[in-house]
Nanobody, 124 residues
């Protein structure tokens, strides 16, 4: 059974930083692209960042580019999302997901395995 577990969310002041972790069991994350998504109340889920199975290719949404870094530790079967210079509008539930296709892709429908999410709240 595949399970993704996010951690690292919490309450932080504007300008602060967080490191989110996505740990997997039942699936070798390094064989597939992994994406980090977020969903704020009343808004659609958006793809923030993705990393290819090799780790050589990354994608960042314009809304977070320059403030976010995605990385993977294959030995720990974990993918990280570093959030810096956080703003109140970054408040959302953050999810990680593993693609069913290898290589690199950004289509949400290809991300089949999802974690339960971790709440990030940024106070002004």
């Amino acid at each position: 059974q595949v399970q993704l577990v996010e951690s690292g969310g919490g309450l932080v002041q504007a300008g602060g930083s967080l490191r989110l972790s996505c740990a997997a069991s039942g699936r070798t994350l390094s064989n597939y692209p992994v994406g980090w998504f977020r969903q704020a109340p009343g808004k659609e889920r958006e793809l923030l960042a993705a990393i290819s199975s090799s780790g050589a290719t990354t994608y960042y949404a314009a809304s977070v580019k320059g403030r976010v870094t995605i990385s993977r530790d294959n030995a720990k079967n974990t993918v990280y999302l570093y959030l810096n210079s956080l703003k109140p509008e970054d408040t959302a539930i953050y999810y990680c997901a593993s693609s069913i296709l290898p290589g690199f892709n950004l289509a949400t429908e290809n991300y089949h395995y999802w974690g339960q999410g971790t709440q990030v709240t940024v106070s002004s």
